[in-house]
Structures are given as C-alpha cells and as structure tokens.
C-alpha cells in the first residue's frame, strides 16, 4: 500500500514534464488554472467587445435624431450588447474565478472533470464566434433585445435567427458542463475535515449558483428550441391563432432569465465577502446566515419570474404572489448587506484597491436593489416598465454590482496568480475613474425614465436631450477607464515587486497557503483542516 | 492500517479530445443554423453537409474520448473518489435532462389551463373571444385552432399503449441486467441487456409507425396543426430522441459486456446507463397520462 501511493505520488510530479508548450498547452489543458485564466481573457475580451458596441449606443443617443445607425442596426447593438455581455462577459468571468480559486480553496488537486473542463470553455469562443459573425450577415444580427421575445423573435426576425438559437444552444451546454464540474468538484473533492459549513463563502455562493445554472440552462434550451421550430417549421407555441400565446414566451424566457440573473450576482457575494474581512482585518461577520441568505435568495429566484411581465395583463392573483414574493428576497439581500457592514464595523480598515472596489460594490449595488424594490412594485412598475429606470435598475447591480466584484476579486488574487504585486497607483486611478464615470453613466438613467424615456430607441424627445449627452460622456468615460485595467493586467503579468505567499496580511484561506505565483498542481495531496 | 489511506486523485494530462469536441459542436451549430435557415428562404445551401460533418466529428470524439477513460478506468487509475465524481457527474446532467423536458412540458399545461381557454374567453377574456375569433370554441384536444386549421387526435390506445409495456418492460429487464451483473451471472446479464435493447429499438420504430400515421391524409396531426400537433411532436419527438441516445447507450455497453467489461464493484458506465433508461422511461409515463390520455 505505501509504495503504491509513492508510486501515485511519483505519478502526479511525472505529468509535470507533460506540459505543452505555446498553443497546444491552452487548446489541450486539463488543468483549472489554465483554464480559469482562459476564462477570464476571453471575458474581459468580450466586455471590451460588448462595451464597444455599447460606445456607440451612447454615441447615437449623445443627441437626439438619427446621426449614426440606422434603427434596425440600433438594435442590433443593443441585443448583442445584451447577449455578450451576460453570457460572454459575466458569467464566464465568476466561472474563471470559481476555476482559479475554487480546487485551492477546498484543498483539491484540480476539478473534478477536467477534461470536461476544458471542452466547456473552448465552446465559448465558438459559440460567441457565430453571434458575431451574424453582423456581416445579409439580414444583420439578431434585432429582438436580448430577451428576444416572441413574436419579435419569431414572426418579425430577420434571417439570422437560426444561428442565434444554435449559438445559443451551445453556449447552454457548455454553463451546464461548466457548472455540473463545480458540482461536483466542491461536493467530492473537499479535503478531509473541510465540512461544508467551513467551506469558504466564496465556495458556498458557486455552489449555490452552479444548481441554478443546472436548473435553468435547459428551460433556455427548450424555449429557443420553441423558438426555432416556431419561426422555421410551423409550430405554435407562441402564436395566438394556433392556440398557442406570446406570452407564453415570456413565462418561460424569465423562468430561466430570474435565477439567471442571481447566477450574475451570487458569485459577486461571494467575492466580496472575501475581500471586505480580509481588509477590515476581522472574520467575516454571521457566516452562517449569509449561506441561508445565498440559499434563500437561489430558491426564491425561482418564484418571482413574473415580475418582468406585470404589463403584460397576467391574472390579479399572479400580479400579487410575484410582487410579494420579490419583495420578500429584498429581506435575505438585507442580511448581507448588514453583515459586510457589521463585518467592517470597528474592523481596522485599510483602502487597498480590492477594498475599494467592495465597498462602491455595498453601497452601489444596494442601491441597485432598491430600484429593484421599486419595480417589484405592481402598480408603479406600469410606469417604470420599458423604460430607462429599468435600464438604470439592471446595470447598477450588474456593473457596479457583478462587473466591480470582479475587479475585486481580480486585485485581490492577481498576486497569487502571477507571482506580482499590481501597480497600487495606476489600480486606484482605474477604480477612481470607474466609480465616478459609472455613476455619471446610470444614474441620470433613472430620472430619464420616470420621466418617461424608453429603452430601446435610437431617437428621444428633445427634452432628455441634455441628460443622455452626460450620460454619453459617462459611459465614453467608462469605457476608456476600463483600459486602464488591461495596463494594470498586462504590467502585473510581465513583472513588478514579487508578491508573497500571503500578500494581504487580513487574507484567510488555504488559497494563501501556497506560494505566488501558485504552482501548476497544488494539493496533489489534501492539506489538513482542523 | 489505522489511517485512512489517502488515494490519489487521477488528473489526466493534456488531450485533445474537448477541443475536437469544441469544433463539432461549432460545426454542427453553424451547419444547422444554415440548414434551417435555407428551409425559409428556400435557397440550397452546404449547411446540411456541414451539419453531417459536425455529427460524424462528435462520434469520433466521443469514440476516442470514451476510450481514453475506459482504458484509465481499465488500468486501475480510478480511485473510489473519481468514481463518485462520475456518478455525481451524471446524476447532475439526467437532473438537467429532467428541467429540458420541465419547460416542454410547462408549455403544455400552460396550453391547456391558460391560453386555450382566455382564447376561448374564460376569465376576464370575453373580449378577446368576441373581436379575435367569434367563431372559436376552447376544448383539449385543441382540434380546431382558432384560424381554423383542423386536425385530429391521437388516442392512447393502440400504439401508444403497446410502446407504454414496452418501455415498462424494457425498465424492468434493465433492472434485471443489472442484479445479474451484481452476482456476476454473465449469461443472464447478457440476455436481459438484449432484451432491453430489442424493446427499445422496437419501440422506436412503432413510434415512427405512429408518426407517420399522424402525417396521414386520414389523420392530418401535422407540425404546424397548433398548439396540440406542436406540443404532441415536441414531448415525443424529445422523448424519441434521448430513447435512442440510451439505445446507443445500451448497445455501447452490451458490446463491452461481450468484451468482459464490468464487473460487480466496478461498472459505472451499466449504471448510468441504466439510470438513463429509467429516466427516459418516467419521462415516458408522464408524458403518455399528460400528451395522450389525459
């Protein structure tokens, strides 16, 4: 028995020589390093994509009437800018995170899966590669918002709609590969001792978030296949006159579409409930109420759905059960958000970047929820809904909600990933930038729609005309700072102060334990946990 | 030994086989997107070819790929913990198998509790019956939409009562399979795995019988005859379709029982298998009670 495990052990330091070298290494790897690093290029590549098409939304909307593009090309920009900054930038920048940190945080040698592992991710560019080229098809890109919702979707599309399902489709099977590895990963793979309820929360809020995607991935499967055979082979889900009903679509899009968006924020919890303890030098405060908060929240995701649909004429019962029920996610949301503040209450705080970025995460994030609390309100969303306001209510809590928890998490674990501390003065220029720009982006967004400005329209009454200008510049702004990241990214890779083992002196976790940059393998065998 | 002896946890070096995978998938989205888009606007196009060239490719990796792992699994690499992540692995994926087929089947009772009858009137839809479609009476089986289009229903008995014993059988030979595998009885196991093979594979021809009768003259259940041709060839043709992805499954795993696969401790892939087939059997009754019966 012993001279087996040597001769496994011995194994494991053999496959060492295995490492490919230029491409091949990145097209065959199997190991969650690797690929979480391939991840997050091929995010913060299509956030730089899907942020240049939203430059020149802003640019058409930088005065009102038709300078730039044409109205159908309008909403091209509009729905890819949707689809690739959901399915191309956020999700796959938390699943680079949860590739990255999560085998070191459990003590694991790699993912569970890992050759599964990488097929999920060399899916992606493919998929995304098809979503792209549909621009420089004859009839355009899919023009139907991200939602595409029927008959918009189905009746009304133009050609290009058959790539966008497929595409689709695709990319559905590689979230699911992708979450049923962290599955997986974090229910066998834990070392010994490591219960679930001393699993980091970070570990806990993928988890969570990786049942959703198993969930929900496939109701999007089934209603783009409805979609398909609707537009292409006679069928009449969503067609009034075969029986069917076009707001069937929508039952179904925001039954996947609700738990989809907590699967874009519940990862961001648990990157910042890393970070804010590791800087306030102080344990996070109420573990264990913030994994039955992370619980409740996945498990009410999938009872609010309807609340994107109050203007569609549901029943009065159905009006109420979801406004009641979405309303009563705002309590476990509360939770968190009084236990980082507890968490940083008469903590010895400093402001390192990663900090900075978690904080403007509470408190903009916060009051992305309140708007939300807003809209979940039956009879005023009739005067929000398709409006600005929305617009304003979606991107405070996935850009400064999900998009600033990652650059969090990004500061906070670039040192263990390069083996370098980052540029700490050009990292606060780029945050700095970032928080002012973002709020001079959004938040005028809100007043532009109680004021009655729609989303989705190249052209707007003259009256909005000043605020969308300094919206404009927000978001030109905005898109510039996010270079600034990249210089930081590019900088820290190719050298700079060599980062310690345990570079922030707060930092918890087996993750910390190893050195910087973390070796290939880490924890061929399982550390101990007391 | 007093402590627990620590296994090691297998991690494949390098393979190429999830890119070849990467590169079906690419194939095959972009030939079916072709495909069905020249189905609309009625030009020829290379999509059908590019679609077959995807598929062929993905058999090819899953033959490679699948050979690899039994090969590790063969040559002892396998700890009781990888074969745990396997089990898990495939437990997940039959879960999200089952949320596929929740979102048809949501469609289907929303159809018949919801739409059909608003359409029809019911509720606080008097409006919507009088000014759209006067004429239009709501009823399940939806047998005359309300732009007039009329087909008939498919009854439960007959066929569709036949491929229910069929599939029930098939679930208990499996069943059997498998506790023959348990005593290491070969010769039963084999004969029970070929059973459920052969009621599978009838089974899926006496549905291409039913289908074709439904595109009859006589019966006119088409595609496009709304709501109820939709739902009826969506849940069924679903279910046919992952009926033969186990079929395969099952031949896969009969051809490596003949090779002296498996053996009473070590045989994950019969029980996935298995599992599969059980699955894709209660999707089965499910669907009989609620598409036809019902």
Known sequence: MTTDVIEQESHDDHHDDHKMKGIKRWLYTTNHKDIGTLYLWFAFIMLLTGGALAMVIRAELFQPGLQIVEPDFFNQLTTVHGLIMVFGAIMPAFTGFANWMIPMMIGAPDMALPRMNNWSFWILPFAFGILLSTFFMESGAPNFGWTFYAPLSTTYSNGSTAFFVFAVHIMGISSIMGAINIVVTIMNMRAPGMTYMKMPLFVWTFFITAYLLIAVMPVLAGVVTMLLTDTYFGTSFFDAAGGGDPVLFQHLFWFFGHPEVYIMILPAFGIVSTIIPAFARKKLFGYSSMVYATASIALLSFLVWAHHMFTTGMPLFGELFFMYCTMLIAVPTGVKVFNWVATMWRGSMSFETPMLFSIAFVILFTIGGFSGLMLALTPVDFQYHDTYFVVAHFHYVLVTGSLFSIYAGAYFWLPKWTGHMYNESLAKWHFWCSLISVNLLFFPMHFLGLAGMPRRIPDYALQFADFNKWVSIGGFAFGLSQLIFLAVVIKCIRGGEKAAAKPWDGAEGLEWTVASPAPYHTFSTPPKID | ?294
């Open chain 2, 1 to 294: 030994m007093t402590t627990k002896e620590y296994e090691s946890y297998y991690v494949p070096s390098q393979s190429h086989w999830p890119i070849v995978g990467a590169v079906a998938l690419f194939l095959i989205a972009i030939g079916a997107g072709n495909y069905v888009s020249t189905l609309k606007s009625g030009e020829g196009g290379i999509g059908g070819y590019i679609l077959l060239a995807g598929v062929c490719l993905v058999i090819y990796m899953l033959y490679g790929w699948f050979s690899n792992v039994i090969n590790e699994s063969m040559a002892g690499k396998y700890s009781h913990q990888m074969d745990n992540s396997f089990r898990q692995g495939m437990s997940w994926f039959i879960f999200s198998e089952v949320m596929f087929f929740a979102a048809f089947f949501g469609a289907l009772f929303y159809a018949r509790t919801l739409s059909v009858p608003w359409l029809g009137g019911a509720d606080n839809n008097a409006m919507t019956g009088a000014v759209l479609w006067p004429e239009f009476v709501a009823s399940w089986p939806l047998l005359v939409t309300p732009d007039g289009t009329e087909t008939t229903q498919m009854g439960w008995y007959g066929l569709p009562l036949i491929n229910t014993i069929l599939l029930l059988t098939s679930s208990i030979t499996a069943h059997l399979a498998h506790s023959a595998l348990e005593k290491d009885n070969r010769k039963m196991l084999k004969i029970w795995l070929g059973f459920t093979i052969l009621l599978g594979v009838v089974f899926l021809f006496l549905q291409v019988v039913e289908y074709m009768h439904g595109y009859s003259e006589e019966m006119k259940l088409y595609l496009t005859s709304g709501i109820y041709g939709s739902t009826f060839y969506l849940l069924t043709g679903f279910h046919g379709m992952h009926v033969t992805l186990g079929t395969i499954m099952l031949i896969v795993v009969f051809l490596r029982v003949l090779k002296g696969h498996f053996t009473p401790t070590n045989a994950f892939a019969f029980e996935a298998t298995s599992w599969y087939w059980h699955f894709v059997d209660v999707v089965w009754v499910i669907l009989f009670v609620f598409v036809y019966i019902v």
